[in-house]
């Protein structure tokens, strides 16, 4: 029961180079959602997706990109690195929003990646 | 401006007494506030929700009480334990497509 994957675990970039982060998720969940967490920062949402071929801008979209080509993907680019681009990364889905314990956010394991 | 404030940065405990995590808001027209717990290296989990239409939501050792009319929510934790020393973050959830938004986060340290 692998839940929601994140690939790659870690990763380097310089600046102006474009990467992008990996999520998979094996619930067959509509909800999909891109966060970043700063130091010290609460997670703050960057794209979300309310299913297949549906994305939308969350608090803090520039300088990324997301598709929702199936129900289990949901990739986010970075075209442009920059060092404010520094961050943890997390994937999370749901089955309807995440509010309850029936259909709880559940989270991967984070992309750290740093930008220099 | 923050819609969810934990102004506390962490919080140190004994082993076996309660643990008071607060939270304040200022968006009124929320449906849901929940907390999440994280612990290093792994992404947060889902710990206990609270509807807008309640004022307390018990789960095991996990208690939630929202008070409306001061925008205050707090999770208790009794007994504390070693296992519960983790990063808890409170999030509300609002409307359309339920986009949460989170606190800062409080570390939690249960001392055996």
């Known amino acids: 029961n692998a839940g929601v994957t994140q690939t790659p675990k870690f990763r380097i970039l310089k600046i102006g180079q474009s990467m992008t982060l990996q999520c998979a998720q094996d619930?067959?969940?509509?909800?999909m959602y891109w966060y970043r967490q700063d130091p010290g920062m609460g997670l703050k949402l960057i794209y979300y997706?309310?299913?297949?071929?549906?994305?939308d801008k969350g608090e803090v979209p520039n300088g990324y990109n997301v598709s929702r080509s199936t129900t289990e993907d949901f990739p986010l680019r970075l075209e442009l690195a920059a060092p404010s681009q520094t961050s943890v990364y997390f994937c999370?889905?749901?089955?309807?929003?995440?509010?309850?314990?029936?259909?709880?956010?559940?989270f991967g394991n984070g992309t750290r990646l740093t930008v220099t | 401006d923050q819609q969810v404030k934990q102004n506390s940065p962490s919080l140190s405990v004994q082993e076996g007494r309660i643990s008071i995590l607060n939270c304040d808001y200022t968006?009124?027209?929320?449906?849901?506030f929940l907390w999440y717990k994280k612990y290093p290296a792994e992404g947060p989990t889902f710990l206990i929700s609270?509807?807008?239409?309640?004022d307390k939501n018990e789960d095991g050792r996990f208690t939630v009480f929202l008070n409306k009319s001061a925008k205050h929510l707090s999770l208790h934790i009794v007994p504390s334990q070693p296992g519960d020393s983790a990063v808890y973050f409170c999030a509300e959830r609002t409307g359309a497509n339920s986009k949460l938004t989170f606190g800062k986060g409080i570390t939690l340290s249960v001392r055996p």
């Open positions: 999370a889905s749901s089955y309807d929003g995440g509010s309850s314990y029936n259909s709880p956010l559940h």
């Open positions: 968006n009124s027209m929320f449906d849901y």
């Open positions: 609270i509807s807008s239409i309640k």
């Open positions: 997706s309310v299913g297949a071929g549906i994305t």
């Open positions: 619930m067959n969940h509509n909800y």
